[in-house]
């Protein structure tokens, strides 16, 4: 009976038009700039806060300028195209929601402590008494944002059904559509990825269908439950972390037995056949970014909150509680990298300055959430070190404004250490560095490989690398003098 009078409300309100998109960040502002550049859609809205952290992006916007910085091909040029169109306008006003045939939220969903399993939902839940205090009958809301499962039919339901007076799968749709994009390619991965689609009831994702499908290219619509889509997207990062921790523990075995990680890699990749798959990622410096960090957490809550019993051996870590250890592990990998690498020129972490390479997760973006190059610096600071960072993208970090000039970062450095794969350090010269360093032995530790060891160890350096268990007690290459060697092997130029 519900699903009859919603697909009537639905008939009554007509075909999408208008659209509201609520939160103006990495997800929200590609799929607003997409729906407005759609000829499916009439208006787009770009709901956001006149915060103080948060505010500026209206009137940027507005001109047509993305706050989004880093490489993202394609949105700035659509941003101009819309806004100059007037199909996409920015705006704090939330009453326009009432204008709205359909409006998605994309709001941040982190947890503030991940061992008590409790995500902080706060500034959703206010997101979604904004919509629910304006929506109109027959409109759309769809959750973008990752949740944990039961959160669509359960506690998002509840309040916009409080705030709006009416009913979900009666007088509105209500679905959950969650993002899957990656940043560097935003608008690439909302057209090309296919869109999984949950309603709480037929009528809800079938509206959902009509919304998404309008932005797709070679994307398709899956249509399934919105328990089943809040599973798929927190199980699919939560897959993915998995795998990444599978191979920085690979990684960690291969540094122990004097290894190339790399070799093993590209061994294991290349047995292909019917019924094989060898998905393996690649080792790095740590685990970054929004999503895999806490993923993983809401998957495990999904249990809890829908009531249901797991059956499962007492008092253990799940694999993917474990996995999310290991990542959240390799930035004190990096500490104890860097230590050595001190210690092998009789130096130690107390004292010395250690240049910070790459302040963002990703590399080429200025994304720095939940970066891993966080917790090192933290342990370096700690230890009495100096760490001055450097990025090219990123503005500040908890340190204060971070480093542009990288010569100013380098510049007396006893350690380089390189936590983003920028491309502005693939290129890295060892002659350069180690003028700038002043040092005749500095250490480089690299947590994404993206430098080649052999030209950086041939010229004096200490080098240490994730899982290069094959280079990392490298002989020491340098002048006459005697310097303490673990291994006892001085090779001289």
């Known amino acids: 009976m519900m699903n009859a009078l919603l697909s009537s409300s639905l008939a009554q309100r007509g075909p999408i038009h208008t659209v509201g998109v609520v939160g103006m960040g990495y997800v929200g502002i590609p799929a607003a700039v997409l729906f407005a550049a759609s000829e499916a859609f009439t208006q787009v809205y770009g709901f956001q806060r006149a915060s103080p952290s948060s505010g500026y992006k209206i009137e940027m916007l507005n001109r047509g300028e993305s706050p989004l910085k880093g490489e993202e091909p394609a949105l700035p040029e659509l941003l101009h195209e819309v806004v ?68 669509t039919t359960g506690i998002a339901r509840q309040i916009l059904e409080e705030e709006s007076g009416m009913r979900a799968g009666q007088d509105f749709a209500l679905a959950h559509a969650p993002e899957r994009v990656m940043v560097g390619r935003l608008i690439r991965n909302i057209q090309e990825h296919d869109r999984i689609v949950g309603g709480i009831d037929e009528a809800s994702t079938t509206r959902a269908v009509e919304l998404y499908s309008p932005v797709l290219t070679s994307g398709r619509t899956i249509p399934m439950t919105a328990s089943a889509a809040e599973v798929t997207k927190t199980a699919e990062n939560t897959f993915r972390d998995l795998q990444i921790a599978a191979v920085n523990e690979l990684a960690l075995y291969c540094e122990a037995m004097g290894i190339n990680v790399y070799d093993v890699r590209e061994g294991i990749a290349s047995l292909k056949g019917d019924g094989i798959t060898r998905a393996i990622l690649w080792p790095g410096a740590g685990v970054g970014g929004h999503c895999l960090t806490k993923d993983t957490y809401h998957l495990e809550r999904g249990a809890r909150v829908m009531g249901k019993e797991l059956d499962y051996p007492k008092g253990k870590d799940s694999l993917f509680v474990l996995a999310r250890n290991i990542n959240d592990f390799m930035p004190q990998h990096m500490f104890t990298l860097t230590r050595q690498g001190l210690e092998r020129i009789g130096k130690t972490v107390k004292g010395s300055r250690i240049a910070l390479l790459g302040w963002a997760f990703i590399s080429n973006s200025d994304d720095a959430r939940n970066t891993p190059a966080e917790p090192f610096w933290k342990s370096a600071m700690e230890a009495g070190a100096m760490v001055p960072v450097h990025d090219p993208w990123v503005v500040s970090f908890p340190g ?80 006459e003098e005697k310097l303490r060697d673990p291994d006892t092997k001085y090779r001289f130029f």
């Open 84 to 151: 100059t169109k007037k199909k996409f306008i920015c705006t704090p006003d939330f009453s326009k929601i009432a204008d709205c045939d359909a409006v998605t939220l994309s709001i941040q969903t982190p947890f503030a402590d991940p061992k008590d399993l409790i995500p902080d939902f706060s500034a959703l839940f206010e997101g979604l008494r904004q919509v629910g205090r304006y929506i109109s009958p027959g409109a759309l809301v769809v959750l973008e944002s990752t949740i944990t499962p039961g959160t």
């Open 400 to 479: 204060g404004p971070v480093e542009r000039d990288l010569t100013t970062v380098v510049s007396g450095a006893d350690a380089v250490v390189i936590f983003a794969g920028h491309d502005r350090y693939s290129t890295l010269q060892p002659d350069e560095i180690k003028a700038l360093c002043g040092q005749d032995h500095p250490v480089i530790v690299d947590g994404r490989n993206v430098i080649d060891p052999d030209p950086f160890i041939t010229r004096g350096f200490v080098y240490k690398g994730i899982g290069r268990g094959d280079k990392n007690n490298h002989p020491l290459y340098g002048t």
